[in-house]
């Protein structure tokens, strides 16, 4: 885990990067919305459960989130649930009925706690509305982003995250060609039915964001970034003619193997 750090006067990342062979670095990023009833949203990697707890700890008492939002149950999200909901007693879980149905097959989710969420649905947190988006991109279908009518980003999941050369607390200074190359490659990998889908009707789908004009975007899997919005919408509208991305195969992984013994 990284150091968490403040985004907005109420908003804090718990940063964490997750090493990608021979590729880069991946963000794994939950965040902290210090609403009158506060926001746990997503709950980092199970390898790094401890410290992302410590982490959490630094920035909040658990014992006052009154809320955990899940954007949906990939591994990268769940790490720390079960730790949470038991340091948090007060807390809510906040997710789609099939996340919460899918974790149900691994441990017995306390279901008196849970609120059901379907995109278009929102929640009551004090002195602010949290709506769930869809993101135009997602890799899982139980994925609810964050629209929060306060402080007006967008927490869109996994949706405008990228694959990045090196751990940053703030991706401002990574050249845009370059940022643009790591996101592009990140969209690709992780939604690859992106190619399946028409031009227009994805277009169609980034509208469906600019219609409600975020300030900023804050995804799971980039650092923060004070870059326009609109600058990611309109590099995703070319994404479905983008070439597809390929995963390292069998003989990468050989040579990554046989470098780390030569160095060991
Ligand atoms: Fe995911
Ligand atoms: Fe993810």
């Known amino acids: ?37 506060p926001v746990l949203v997503d709950t980092g990697m199970g390898i790094e459960s401890e410290a992302f707890m410590q982490a959490l700890e630094k920035v909040i008492d658990p014992r006052d989130l009154r809320w955990v939002w899940l ?27 099939l996340a919460v149905l899918r974790m149900s097959t691994s441990w017995p989710v306390p279901m008196h706690r849970v609120h059901w969420l379907n995109p278009g649905d929102s ?5 602010r509305t949290l709506t769930a988006v869809r993101p135009p991109l997602f890799d899982n279908p139980t994925t609810i982003g964050i629209y929060d009518d306060k402080s007006e980003i967008f927490f869109s999941a996994d949706c405008f995250g990228g694959i990045i050369p090196a751990p940053v607390q703030n991706v401002d200074d990574i050249a845009d060609d370059e940022l643009t ?7 690709c990998a992780d939604s690859p039915w992106i190619h399946m889908v028409g031009q227009d009707e994805f277009g169609r789908a980034l509208d469906r964001i600019r219609q409600f004009a975020p300030k900023m975007i804050l995804s799971a899997h980039l650092p923060t970034t004070r870059r326009n919005p609109e600058q990611f919408l309109k590099l995703f509208a070319a994404l479905p003619a983008f070439p597809p991305f390929i995963p390292p195969g069998q ?9 780390k013994q030569e160095r060991s």
Do not use: C, Y
């Open 123 to 127: 929640i009551q947190v004090g002195d």
């Open 181 to 187: 190359q790591g996101v592009m490659n990140w969209a």
């Open 1 to 37: 885990m990284d150091k968490p750090h403040q985004i907005t006067a109420d908003i804090e990342v718990l940063p964490s990067f997750f090493p990608l062979p021979g590729a880069g670095f991946l963000a794994i990023n939950a965040f902290v919305i210090k609403a009158k009833e």
């Open 251 to 259: 003989t990468t992984l050989e040579q990554l193997l046989s470098e």
């Open 71 to 97: 954007t949906h149950d990939d591994a990268d999200h769940t790490g720390s649930i079960r730790k949470i909901l038991e340091a948090a007693p007060k807390a809510r879980l906040a997710a789609n009925a």
